[in-house]
């Protein structure tokens, strides 16, 4: 049975690299690949990653643009673990 998700797309500067992030941080699968856009499943949602360079802000200018996924605690806790273990974020906890 077909169960609606959400979708997001968005561009970034490196496809490859950004596709290896959403993984190996998150655990995200990968769905369709194509030369220049790769879709990725997070959290029951998806992602599609476009590789526009040209698109991508300088950090500086990002301002509040973000998107998030709502963790049960022991969820969140896990995924706070894993982050600090791989050293990939500062702002865990």
């Not at 496809?15 to 993984?23: Q, S, V």
């Not at 220049?36 to 959290?43: E, P, S, V």
Request: with cysteine; charged share 30%; hydrophobic share 45%.
């Amino acid at each position: 049975m077909f169960r609606p998700i959400f979708h997001l797309a968005f561009p970034v500067q490196d496809l490859e690299e950004a596709k290896n992030f959403y993984i190996t941080t998150f655990g995200a699968r990968v769905g369709r690949v194509r030369d220049k856009w790769i879709d990725i499943f997070l959290f029951e949602g998806q992602i599609t990653l476009h590789e526009r360079p040209s698109e991508v802000l300088p950090a500086r200018e990002h301002g509040v643009r973000h998107f998030g996924a709502i963790l049960a605690w022991p969820d969140w806790e896990a995924l706070a673990l894993t982050l600090d273990e791989r050293e990939q974020c500062d702002f865990v906890r």
